[in-house]
């Protein structure tokens, strides 16, 4: 079947410019969540979203950051003014119950911000 | 609170050398434990996990065996292809989210 997907695959801004991403859990995964891993490092959690409860948005680095999931289903991770430290691949993950579910992992998203 | 450390790379091996990435982690009563790879250019994918105290994960060749003793979950393998060079994350759950080691960079050579 159908795995996460996540677009846009690349995407170069300007600093000072919001920007988009976009994430297609697994049909039927109750809980989505947002990663960001830069050069060379390991994974910082951002967000986690549980079915129809509050998210977990402990990982949010700052209040540029922001993310919704409509539907129970696509989620978008937005980030508003970006900066150059944003610059690294985001990547979204899917499971089909809680957090300590195997979570599946899209091929994630490489932000630059110049 | 759960935490994991793991081994620092890069490591680099020749092809069928036996490999380990040590592991080691503290935690409240036994989490399962994870093993997760990320190929070049590829997301992240579970590797192998166990449930519980005792339990052996394996796949791929690849084996990791739940040690609540020595509180650890190292990931050996016997003999390393080329195709396994990758970057290896141990996890485990946390309070409200999984925990990701810093990974371990493994390159083989032919």
């Known amino acids: 079947g159908a795995g996460v997907s996540q677009s846009p695959s690349n995407k170069v801004t300007e600093k000072g410019k919001d920007v988009e991403l976009r994430c297609d859990p697994i049909s039927g995964h109750t809980a989505l969540y947002w990663y960001r891993q830069s050069l060379g490092q390991g994974l910082e959690f951002l967000i986690y979203?549980?079915?129809?409860?509050?998210?977990?948005k402990s990982g949010l680095p700052s209040d540029r950051f922001s993310a919704e999931r409509t539907g129970g289903s696509v989620s978008t991770l937005t980030i508003q003014r970006t900066q150059q430290e944003d610059s690294a691949v985001y990547l979204c993950a899917s499971s089909l119950g809680t957090y300590t579910d195997t979570q599946y992992f899209g091929p994630g998203t490489r932000l630059t911000v110049l | 609170g759960n935490s994991v450390t793991q081994m620092e790379g890069p490591v680099t091996l020749s092809e069928e050398a036996f490999l380990t990435i040590n592991c080691t982690y503290t935690a409240t009563g036994y989490p399962s434990l994870f093993w997760y790879v990320q190929y070049p250019g590829e997301g992240l994918q579970l590797l192998l996990k166990a449930t519980k105290a005792d339990d052996k994960g394996s796949n791929k060749g690849f084996e990791a065996t739940y040690r609540k003793e020595t509180t650890s979950f190292h990931l050996e393998k016997g003999s390393v292809q080329v195709s396994d060079s990758a970057v290896y994350f141990c996890?485990?759950?946390?309070?409200?989210?999984?925990?990701f080691g810093s990974g371990t960079r493994l390159s083989i050579r032919p």
């Open positions: 979203f549980q079915g129809n409860s509050a998210p977990d």
């Open positions: 996890a485990l759950p946390g309070a409200s989210k999984i925990i």
